[in-house]
C-alpha cells in the first residue's frame, strides 16, 4: 500500500492505526509520525522515512509503542530525540580531534611533523569525518597493518596501547 502513495499539490496525512500516520510530502517523502499531548502540550514525534533508505511500517508501529511507554512515564519522547540530535552534533569527529591533538600536545617539532604526515596520509582520508565511537579497535588495527605493509612500521600502533 505505501508503494502505491503519490504525491499532490500540498502535503497530505493518511492514517494507520493508534495514532500513527504517515505524511506525504510534495516530492513524494513518506515520513511516519505519531502526534501526542503531553503537559498540555501537542508535541510530533518524527520516526522516520519509509523507503528502502529508510524504516518499514512494522518497525514505525514498534517505536510507536517505545513512544507511548515514554508517554505514560511522562517524557516526551520528540524531546528526547531531539537531545539525543543535539549531542550527537556535538560529539566530536576523529578529524577535529586529531588537530586538537596536532596543536595542543607538547612534543618536539620532528613528531609532530611526523604525526601529521601519518595523520594526512593515513588516517585522515579514512577517519576525519567519523564520530570518535564509531572508530573500533578493527579500524585502528587495520589501518596500522596498512602502515606497517607500505614499509614504516616506526608508526606502527601497539595492539596493548589505547588510544584515549
Do not use: C
Amino acid at each position: 500500500m505505501l508503494r502505491n502513495i503519490k504525491p499532490r499539490d500540498k502535503q497530505y496525512k493518511l492514517a494507520d492505526r493508534e495514532g500513527l500516520y504517515v505524511a506525504v510530502s510534495v516530492t513524494g517523502t513518506i515520513s511516519f509520525r505519531y502526534n501526542y499531548r503531553l503537559n498540555s502540550r501537542s508535541e510530533t514525534l518524527t520516526f522516520g522515512r519509509y523507503g528502502p533508505d529508510g524504516i518499514t511500517l512494522a518497525e514505525a508501529r514498534n517505536m510507536l509503542q517505545e513512544a507511548k511507554k515514554k508517554i505514560a512515564a511522562g517524557q516526551s519522547p520528540a524531546q528526547d530525540k531531539a537531545r539525543s540530535k543535539g549531542k550527537l552534533r556535538a560529539e566530536k569527529r576523529f578529524g577535529v580531534w586529531a588537530q586538537e591533538y596536532l596543536r595542543g600536545h607538547e612534543m618536539a617539532e620532528s613528531t609532530r611533523d611526523m604525526r601529521r604526515s601519518v595523520y594526512m596520509r593515513d588516517l585522515k582520508p579514512f577517519f576525519d569525518n567519523r564520530l570518535l565511537h564509531e572508530i573500533t579497535e578493527e579500524d585502528v588495527r587495520g589501518r596500522a597493518d596498512a602502515i606497517v605493509e607500505r614499509g614504516a612500521p616506526a608508526t606502527q600502533v601497539s595492539k596493548t596501547r589505547r588510544l584515549d
